[in-house]
């Protein structure tokens, strides 16, 4: 099967369960199992909460969604226009964090890596930052 | 996101109730310092986290989880997780929070 979604979202705390419920529900049709389920929500929060945080330090911005399936792969693009990563490899190194002041884990490109099959994450500083998933679903 | 508390003994449990990321982090934060400062805790007081009832955690409840630790240990008290969902479980085990957190 093909199919296709695209939405964009204000870059607010309040919206992180909506979007990772309503990319969850997008790939129901594919009978992903509950821990399926959960990774993919999970991942999705890792970036959104990125794009709030980080990408546009919580002063509000627009999160663009992109989503597709492709058989039984789904495929996820997180993509903000904030201030960007300067060091990519950096940032996605297990427990790294630019905000440890804050109580802040450095998880979550590990969570992302971990929970979906691929993750490319594309930045420039000033230019914001692209987050591509894709993950299998087998059920 | 809502906390429940019971004490029985030297123990206090915190019952989490609904979703832990980014938005409902810093009532939890608040939360668990207001009982911080305003309880008059035994020597070795425990709180027990119980996340049975927690739906969905991310890498926020990891920072929030050591933020938490960081303070109570301040004042000897030990800090223990019960009964998080097998998608909870993971991300915990992950952080190897464990070490500092034991399961109750």
């Known amino acids: ?139 | 996101m809502e906390i429940k508390y019971i004490t029985n003994g030297n123990t206090l449990t915190a019952k989490l109730y609904g979703e832990l990321d980014e938005y409902s982090a810093e009532y939890v934060r608040l939360s668990l310092d207001k009982v911080l400062e305003s309880t008059n805790f035994v020597p070795n007081a425990k709180i027990v986290l119980d996340f049975s009832h927690v739906s969905f955690m991310d890498s926020t409840g990891i920072g929030v989880l050591l933020g938490r630790y960081n303070k109570f240990s301040k004042k000897q008290i030990g800090l223990l997780i019960s009964n998080p969902p097998a998608h909870v479980d993971r991300i915990l085990k992950m952080s190897g929070i464990y070490k500092i957190m034991p399961l109750a």
Not at chain 1, 28 to 51: F, G, M, Q, R, Y
Not at chain 1, 82 to 88: A, F, H, L, N
């Open chain 1, 1 to 139: 099967m093909k199919n296709n979604f695209s939405m964009q979202v204000d870059a607010l705390l309040s919206n992180e369960s909506f979007i990772r419920s309503t990319i969850a529900n997008f790939a129901l049709p594919l009978n992903p199992t509950v821990a399926e389920i959960n990774d993919i929500k999970t991942a999705v929060s890792e970036a959104v909460t990125n794009c709030i945080v980080h990408a546009y330090a919580n002063k509000g911005g627009v999160i663009y969604i992109d989503c597709n399936i492709t058989d039984n792969i789904l495929g996820i693009t997180i993509k903000d226009t904030g201030v960007g990563i300067s060091d990519v490899n950096k940032a996605r190194e297990p427990f790294y964090t630019t905000k440890a002041n804050e109580e802040r884990s450095g998880m979550g490109f590990t969570l992302m890596e971990t929970f979906m099959d691929n993750l490319e994450v594309i930045s420039n500083p000033g230019g914001g930052t692209t987050v591509k998933m894709t993950k299998e679903i087998n059920g």
